[in-house]
């Protein structure tokens, strides 16, 4: 089965040259690379003159093809027609040795699979329990593992505001649990929702389907987007086997102000995708959260040591939320 990789870079040489490391690690060999890179300097691509790596293929987009969205579909235009699978990393991720054998045995196992997503195993702390385990409020369970929940669940929880929906499958409200709650276990699980930077399809999906170039830059919940409409096409599935680290390179993301109103303005858009037509309770919920979530980031200015980012990250929700009311996201 041959395979393509594209990474879509942006300003990170280094983390990029780790990965492509990691890469030159497995077991099984993408039939070619593609770098696509969105840099506004030439660092990327002087690390990669001084760094020979086998299949790779480089290209420098300009200012018309830069963009998260607009990168991968540009890198999708570059495939090698002969290949049978895309995979996309993110520029700040290092794979496990057999990260590409056993994301692409899931394609063997269930012939139907319009994609596979990896399995990021470094960023949260998971225990083992018995079998019927009643979790604690602070806690949460699933598939007979355990893991902290985070402050903002608790509190969801307390308020009948959480998931209807196991992780990976986004309710009709939207704001589920993404991916990275399902556990540990090596198991594969059939999810509506993928992580794009640690995600790959079957190419034949592209001949109808491409990244939303609605996501501009950064291109938040991008994956969301492009993953629910393929799900509504056919299966997927995510491999725990596969398993890769993400490291959270801060170089490249937008300033915190933007990245609130990309929180609010992008879940927007992503809930309209599963749920063109909400009903009243959806509505009421998917308003409620988003609310809630902004007045938990205000009272990060107190609680938190990154005071101005929780302040700037906040009153961007804000202004996110507040500027639904005039000019909505126009593509859904």
């Known amino acids: ?97 057999d ?13 139907e699979a319009l994609g596979v997503g990896g399995y990021i195993c470094n960023e949260i702390k998971w225990e083992k329990t018995k079998e019927n385990y009643i979790p604690k409020i602070n806690e949460f369970y699933f598939d007979d593992w355990k893991r902290k929940d985070g402050s903002r669940f608790v509190l969801r929880k307390k308020l009948n505001l959480d998931s209807d929906c196991p992780p990976g499958f986004s309710p009709l409200f939207s704001h589920g649990r993404s991916v990275g709650f399902l556990p540990p276990s090596n198991k594969i699980y059939e999810v509506e929702q993928l992580m794009g930077g640690v995600s790959s399809f079957k190419k034949s999906i592209f001949e109808k389907l491409s990244f939303s170039t609605y996501f501009e830059g950064y291109g938040l919940y991008e994956d969301a987007d492009f993953t629910l409409r393929v799900a509504k096409t056919g299966r997927l599935y995510l491999n725990t086997k596969a398993k890769l680290h993400h490291f959270h390179a801060v170089s490249g993301r937008p300033n915190q102000y933007q990245y609130g109103k990309m929180v609010v303005r992008n879940g ?65």
């Open 1 to 97: 089965m041959k395979f393509s990789l594209i990474i879509c870079t942006y300003m990170r040489p280094k983390s990029l040259l780790k990965l492509l490391q990691s890469v030159q690690k497995q077991t099984l060999y993408p039939h070619e690379i593609l770098i696509v890179d969105g840099s506004t300097n030439n660092e990327t691509e002087a690390i990669l003159s001084s760094n020979q790596f086998e299949n790779l293929k480089y290209f420098l987009v300009d200012n018309k093809n830069r963009g998260l969205t607009k990168q991968r579909n540009f890198g999708i235009q570059k495939v090698d027609d002969d290949s049978e699978i895309v995979c996309f990393l993110d520029d700040d991720t290092v794979l496990e040795p």
């Open 99 to 111: 990260y590409f054998e056993n994301l692409l045995n899931t394609y063997n196992a269930f012939p």
């Open 268 to 332: 927007w858009y992503v809930w309209r995708i599963k749920n063109e037509k909400p009903d009243f309770k959806a509505r009421l919920k998917w308003n409620a959260i988003t609310i809630l979530l902004t007045i938990i980031r205000f009272t990060n200015v107190i609680t938190d040591k990154h005071k101005k980012a929780a302040f700037t990250e906040a009153l961007g929700r804000t202004m996110g939320w507040w500027s639904l009311f005039f000019k909505k996201p126009s593509e859904v």
